[in-house]
């Protein structure tokens, strides 16, 4: 029945030795039944991306084993080392006697939930300091979107229409690029393609 379930479940254990898997977190690991059973389950493929990753599992098996449930976002390793954010849950079984004779283990993918989340945090943190600073909409908002996407440079340019030039007034650089604010850049060096696109007002999205 759990293998038609796409929630991770696994069976463990007192000492953390994988004992049984459902299908969907072998699939996601790209392993088998037979690769992933009787191994410890910190040394498991999902979580050899960072010793860290692995060290934050052995230590919630410890936890689990002690008589707590443990539950915390983990970055998981996938098949042709993608990455996935799991919900993860590790809790005891006890027998009648109160004793732990097992660790449950699972797992929900919530990749795309946080990464929403992320989004809208970081629009809500914008939204916040653009009220605050209306004056400097446009530095705040490439300051924030540089720092945020780890690119090399974001900025701004005004455009000149008289002389078909833009300057660029403001940018955000992470120190690997020449500073060029305040450089006049010609607009025909840009092609007829991507001037046409300004021109006309609309937004252009240049992929190289």
């Not at 230590?59 to 689990?64: G, H, L, S, T, V």
């Not at 919900?87 to 004793?99: E, M, N, T």
């Not at 974001?154 to 604010?181: F, Q």
């Not at 001037?195 to 999205?205: I, N, Y």
């Amino acid at each position: 029945m759990l293998d038609n379930l796409y929630v991770f479940v696994g069976l463990l254990a007192p000492d953390g030795t994988v004992v049984e898997s459902n299908r969907a977190p072998l699939e996601a690991a790209g392993l088998t039944a037979e690769k992933a059973l009787g191994r410890p389950f910190w040394d498991l493929e999902g979580w050899a991306h960072d010793p860290a990753v692995q060290a934050q599992v052995r230590d919630d098996c410890a936890r689990a084993l002690a008589g707590e449930t443990v539950r915390h976002d983990l970055l998981m390793r996938t098949a042709g080392d993608g990455r996935m954010v799991i919900d993860f849950q590790l809790a005891p079984l006890r027998d009648d006697a109160g004793r732990v004779t097992h660790l449950i283990a699972s797992g929900v993918d919530v990749t795309a939930r946080r990464a929403a989340e992320k989004r809208q945090g970081f629009l809500l943190e914008l939204s916040d300091r653009l009220r605050a600073a209306p004056g400097a909409a446009m530095a705040t908002a490439a300051a924030m979107l540089g720092a945020r996407t780890g690119v090399s440079r974001a900025g701004y340019a005004v455009a000149e229409e008289n002389d078909g030039t833009i300057r660029v007034a403001d940018e955000h650089g992470n120190g690997s690029v020449e500073v060029i604010t305040g450089r006049r850049l010609r607009l025909d060096d840009f092609g007829p393609a991507i001037v046409a696109e300004l021109r006309a007002g609309r937004t252009l999205v240049v992929e190289d």
